[in-house]
Structure formats: structure tokens, C-alpha cells
């Protein structure tokens, strides 16, 4: 079993900065990609960023050019670095880790999410 454990949520102002941390923990066999999603009341779950072990990342139209997510592999941690923050943004941000078994001929994947860390932006 493996733990996700997300931190660094918390109140900002409109145009503030917050740097949001995951950590993957337990019985981890390899952990692939790593990406950053949020949830605002009575809204569906979106994709925020994601990247892999390798560096590739991605990001959603809505925080591209504000948010980046970068990796530690060797602590099995990623983070969220957010800037220029709009009220929008105001949700809870989960973090979801996957991890790789790797056999001689084949891979299994499985997927992990944290509990979330809620973000404000407010005035």
C-alpha cells in the first residue's frame, strides 16, 4: 500500500503565490507520473499538471503560465508552485501517484490519491 500525502494549501489573495508539496510513501515500487488535481464545491475533479519520472510535463489551458509542477524521483515527492493566483483557483487540490511494477515481460500500474489540501484565494 501507498500513502499520498499532499500540504502547503492554505488562504491567499488574488494575484499571491502558494507552493503545494506531495509525498508518496509505503510500499512503492517505482512511482511513473505524478499529477496535481482540484475539485471546487459542486464542480467535477479536473487535471491541473502532471508530470513523469522523465520531466515531461503537462498542464491545464486554465494555469499555464502561472502554475508549475516539478519532481523529486528520489524523495518521491512533486510540487505545485503556483503564482498570479485568481479566485478561480479556489479549491481542493488533490495529488494522485502512480506506481509501476515491473516484471520481465509486462508492467502493472496502480494508482494512489492523497486526501486533498484546500486553497483560497480570497480578498
Known amino acids: 500500500q501507498v500513502q499520498v500525502v499532499e500540504s502547503g494549501g492554505g488562504l491567499v489573495q488574488p494575484g499571491g503565490s502558494l507552493r503545494l508539496s506531495c509525498a508518496a510513501s509505503g510500499s512503492i515500487f517505482s512511482i511513473g507520473g505524478m499529477g496535481w488535481y482540484r475539485q471546487a464545491p459542486g464542480k467535477q475533479r479536473e487535471l491541473v499538471a502532471s508530470?513523469?519520472?522523465?520531466?515531461?510535463?503537462k498542464y491545464a489551458d486554465a494555469v499555464k503560465g502561472r502554475f508549475t509542477i516539478s519532481r523529486d524521483n528520489a524523495k518521491n515527492t512533486a510540487y505545485l508552485q503556483m503564482n498570479s493566483l485568481k479566485p478561480e483557483d479556489t479549491a481542493v487540490y488533490y495529488c494522485k501517484a502512480n506506481d509501476v511494477e515491473v516484471y520481465g515481460w509486462d508492467n502493472r500500474l496502480y494508482d494512489y490519491w492523497g486526501q486533498g489540501t484546500e486553497v483560497i484565494v480570497s480578498s
Open positions: 508530470a513523469t519520472s522523465g520531466g515531461k510535463t
